[in-house]
Structure formats: C-alpha cells, structure tokens
C-alpha cells in the first residue's frame, strides 16, 4: 500500500491501515523518544502517546513535506512536553564541577561504533541530552530551542556546549578503559 493510500485509509478508521502506520514508524519513533529520555518504560509511554497525537492529527497533515518527518515533529514535541512538565532543565549538573575538560582527539572518534556513541549521548545528564538532541540531531537552531523549552536564548548555548564537553570528557575516558 502507497503512503498516501495508507493515510487515507486510516484518516477512515481502517484499523489495519493504522496497525500498518505503527509498524511501519513505531521503531523510529522509538529512537527518537529514547534520545530524549533514558528509560525504555517513559520512552514506551511517548510512543503511545505520540501515535494518539499522530492518529488524531492526521487530518491535518497537508501532504507537503515527507509524511515522515511530520510524524517525527509530532514525537520530538510529545518528548520536550515531557520535559517541560518534568523541568528537566531544573536540575542541570554544573559540569565543570563535576569533571575536567579534557578534549577527545580525532583517533579516539575513529574507533568509537555508532552504537557506543548514541548509548553515551543516552547517559547525558537530562538537560544536556535534550538541548544535544534538539541541537545536533534534530537540527533545531538555539532561538527555537530556547522558544519550545520556554528557556532563554544563551541557556541552550550553554546546555549544548556542557553537553560536548561531558561526551569529550566520557569519550575519553571509554578510550582509556576499553584500547589502553
């Protein structure tokens, strides 16, 4: 069955249509929502709750832009709405009281898997992996962050920057412990 097919046939109520949707996105959406939190139960619980938003949604998706990338807007949002009512930024670790600053050099980053580089971005402090996420791998800019995060402009500068030193500081020390 076509995209549009698909959409149309579920925007009708057909429940193998919207089984289909699901199958199809849930195991991307679920990569999206544990980018955001840590544990897999509140990551399952976004997901539930972001395919109700995209099944009560549906109406107004417009056809312009990929189908895709409209339902990945929809479980971004559902994921900082969860963190906004949770005020992950509240308590932010100061991260130059925690570690040094030291700075992972380039052979270190040839020998990290993509695995082992999403499971440290996943142990981020909350604040850090949210402003990370939005940032580095959703492509928002730090004025529409700070907009959906209701957080001021120079805040997600800051999370953002803390954040690549705390993935510097524990690249390096997952260098040490696994090709010393």
């Known amino acids: 069955m076509n995209e549009k097919q698909l959409i149309t046939d579920c925007l009708n109520g057909n429940r193998k249509a919207q089984k289909e949707l699901y199958d199809t ?34 109406k107004s998706y417009s056809g312009s832009g990929a189908f895709e990338g409209w339902i990945r807007t929809i479980f971004v949002n559902i994921a900082l709405e969860h ?42 402090p909350s604040g850090f992996r949210t402003v990370f996420n939005m940032y580095a791998v959703e492509g928002y800019s730090h004025k529409e962050i ?20 705390w993935l510097q500081v524990q690249i390096k020390r997952w260098d040490e412990q696994y090709n010393s």
């Open 83 to 124: 963190l906004r009512r949770t005020d992950v930024l509240r308590n932010s670790v100061d991260l130059d009281q925690l570690y040094d600053t030291a700075q992972a050099d380039e052979t270190v980053l040839s020998r990290i898997t993509a695995m082992e580089l999403v499971a440290l971005i996943r142990k981020l």
């Open 25 to 58: 996105y849930s195991p991307k959406m679920m990569g999206v929502c544990l980018r955001y939190v840590r544990d897999r139960e509140t990551a399952r619980d976004l997901l539930q709750e972001g395919f109700i938003r995209v099944f009560t949604s549906l």
């Open 146 to 165: 700070a907009e959906k995060l209701h957080i001021a402009e120079s805040t997600s500068r800051s999370q953002y920057q803390r954040a690549r030193r």
